[in-house]
């Protein structure tokens, strides 16, 4: 991985939540290339392990640890194992999370549907509430664990990952949007409420980006774009997807000491412009 710009974070330690996945994993690489030594946080510590090697073999310090990041108990495990491993946490990445698949509503629009077929109505709001849990409920609670060991260190940040849903909702994910909203809520919350205990908080707002988790709503399995695909491209002014390469110097900008410590409450959209455009 090449990085954008380089920052220098020696001496620092970072948690990244949903560390193994395709935005959290990037991001564990590009911290540890900054310097600092990097926790990537998993549901299943193995997952990690490839990130971890990746950032070994590039000469940085990383360690897997376990913890579902709805779960106290296994984040302030998680928090002992790092704080007895490296001593400090000064870097919390709030990157677990994503739309629930079975909380989607297959139709942009209601339309009198006949039959069985899944609609708003018989949508199961189990399904919403554990995508709501997942995504404010899995950024609140690291936080509250994590953040409390932050207190007093220097170049405290907390960054979290909002979406364009949160800017208005997208069509069949109210679930996610709803959240993502949140989510953008609690970081300007946050930023005030930290903002004399020297921990600045901030957010990414990405917009449209290859991964496996989207996948399915905008590609065909014979790897054709759906329609939905085609709307994204055409409300993206710069008219691509991104590439979650993309995030990074927003990333490290937001946690750089010297580029940004009087930045906090900040929801920094990548997204090819997608935010600013409405279509006409
Ligand atoms: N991919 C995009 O286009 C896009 C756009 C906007 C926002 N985002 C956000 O970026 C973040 C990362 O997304 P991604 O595309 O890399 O997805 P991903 O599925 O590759 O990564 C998500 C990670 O979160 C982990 N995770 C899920 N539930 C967890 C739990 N309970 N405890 C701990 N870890 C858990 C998963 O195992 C996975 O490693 C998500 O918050 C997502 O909503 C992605």
Not at 95 to 124: H, W
Not at 160 to 176: E, F, K, Q
Not at 191 to 205: D, E, H, T
Not at 220 to 226: E, F, H
Request: glycine fraction near 12%.
């Amino acid at each position: 991985m090449e990085l954008p710009f380089q920052i220098d974070l020696s001496g620092e330690v970072a948690v990244v939540t949903g560390g193994s996945g395709i935005i959290g994993g990037m991001f564990c690489r590009a911290l540890a290339l900054c310097g600092a030594k990097v926790a990537v946080l998993g549901r299943k510590a193995e997952n990690g392990e490839p990130v971890k090697a990746d950032i070994e073999a590039a000469g940085g310090e990383a360690i897997t640890v376990s913890a579902d990041v709805m779960s106290k108990e296994s984040l302030e495990k998680a928090k002992q194992e790092i704080l007895d491993k490296w001593g400090k946490i000064n870097i919390l990445v709030n990157c677990a999370g994503g739309a629930v698949k079975s909380a989607q509503i297959p139709q942009d629009q209601f339309s009198d549907i006949e039959g069985d077929m899944l609609n708003f109505f018989t949508t199961d709001m189990e399904n919403v509430r554990s995508e709501l849990d997942l995504n404010l409920y899995g950024t609140m609670l690291p936080t509250q664990i994590f953040g409390a060991s932050m207190v007093g260190q220097e170049n405290a940040n907390i960054i979290n990952i909002s979406s364009m849903g949160a800017y208005g909702p997208l069509t069949r994910i109210p679930g996610y949007s709803s959240a993502k909203a949140a989510i953008s809520n609690f970081t300007e919350w946050a930023a005030n409420y930290f903002a004399k205990s020297g921990i600045r908080v901030n957010a990414l707002a990405p917009g449209f980006f290859q991964t496996t988790q989207n996948h399915a709503l905008h590609f065909n399995p014979d790897g054709t774009p759906t329609p939905r695909s085609k709307k994204i491209i055409d409300s993206t002014p710069m008219g691509k997807y991104g590439d979650p390469e993309d995030l990074i110097g927003a990333l490290l900008f937001l946690v750089s000491p010297k580029g940004s410590s009087f930045v906090t409450g900040v929801i920094l959209p990548v997204d090819g412009g997608f935010h600013c455009y409405l279509g006409v």
